[in-house]
Each structure stands twice: as C-alpha cells, then as structure tokens.
C-alpha cells in the first residue's frame, strides 16, 4: 500500500523560508514532485525530481525553490526560500509523474499526499 504523508506546513512572512517534506512508503518512483493549489485556482506543478537528480520547476518558484530527494529515507523535500504572498497555497506531493513527450507536460501520477498549508503573510 502506497503512502506519502507529507509536513512542514506553516506560517511565515515574506522573505521567509520553510522546507517541505515528503515520506514515501509502499513503492519507489522515478519521478516525484510537489503541486500547490491556492484559493480559486487550478492544482498547479511545482517542481519535479527523478532518480536520476534531474529536476524541474515552474517559472514562478525558479531561483527560489529547490527540490531533493534522499533515496535511502524515500523522502523528498522542497526547500522554499524568499517566500511570497501568492506561494499561499495548499502544498501537495505526488508520486508516479510521467512526461508526455508530444505536449512537453507532465502528467500527474495517482498517488498524492494529504496536502499541507503553507501560508505567506505579515
């Protein structure tokens, strides 16, 4: 049974940093990657990592996010640095991603995570 039970959610003021982190039980993924959704608004991708160390991100959290995954603990991570008020969202991990070469996107896979809230504000 495959689990990802996610923490490190919280509350900080812009500029600030947290770290998310992702525990994967049941299965090893090659590509695993962190959604966030905010209020009103579609599920969006984050950042993606393979096995292979190769990562991803969106625009929006280049330079400012970064993700890792330790192999021995099944964990990913995303450090969030120089957080801003519109990166208030609902954070999700997702296991299972799959790049679909003829629209250069990624597909989500079926596992996700209970979503955690990461709220940015004075």
């Known amino acids: 049974q495959v689990q990802l039970v996610e923490s490190g959610g919280g509350l900080v003021q812009p500029g600030g940093s947290l770290r998310l982190s992702c525990a994967a039980s049941g299965s090893i993924f090659n590509v695993m990657g962190w959604y966030r959704q905010a209020p009103g608004k579609q599920r969006e991708l984050v950042a993606t990592i393979s096995t292979d160390g190769t990562t991803n991100y969106a625009g929006a959290v280049k330079g400012r996010f970064t993700i890792s995954r330790d192999s021995a603990k099944n964990t990913m991570y995303l450090q969030m640095d120089s957080l801003k008020p519109e990166d208030t969202a609902v954070y999700y991990c997702?296991?299972?991603?799959?790049?679909?070469?003829?629209?250069?996107?990624?597909?989500?896979?079926?596992?996700w995570g209970q979503g955690t809230q990461v709220t940015v504000s004075s």
């Open positions: 997702n296991a299972g991603l799959l790049f679909i070469r003829s629209t250069r996107t990624w597909s989500s896979g079926r596992y």
